[in-house]
Nanobody, 125 residues
């Protein structure tokens, strides 16, 4: 059974930083793609960033490029999302997810096999 557990969400003022963590267990293949998604109230879930375990290729959505950094610790099966220069529009529930490959369409939520329960990020002005 695949399980993903996120942590690290919270409330922060605009311009601040947060780091999210996601630990994956039970996925049958050590080579996989882990992604971060977010969903704000009334909006669709959108891809934020993704990383492929073998080689560490990374992918970012345009609104977060240059501010967010995705990384991984393969020994711990854990992925991180360092979020700097946070904006109020970054407020959302953040989810991690896993699939076999990142491409094509790394930001397509329907391509991911398993999801975490989400962690709330709230950025105030």
């Amino acid at each position: 059974q695949v399980q993903l557990v996120e942590s690290g969400g919270g409330a922060v003022q605009a311009g601040g930083s947060l780091t999210l963590s996601c630990t994956v267990s039970g996925y049958p293949d050590n080579s996989n793609c882990k992604g971060w998604f977010r969903q704000a109230p009334g909006k669709e879930r959108e891809g934020v960033a993704a990383i492929y375990t073998a080689g560490g290729s990374t992918y970012y959505a345009a609104p977060v490029k240059g501010r967010f950094t995705i990384s991984q610790d393969n020994a711990k099966n854990t992925m991180y999302l360092r979020m700097n220069s946070l904006k109020t529009e970054d407020t959302a529930m953040y989810y991690c997810a896993v699939r076999k490959y990142c491409m094509p369409s790394w930001a397509s939520a329907s391509q991911y096999n398993a999801w975490g329960q989400g962690t709330q990020v709230t950025v105030s002005s």
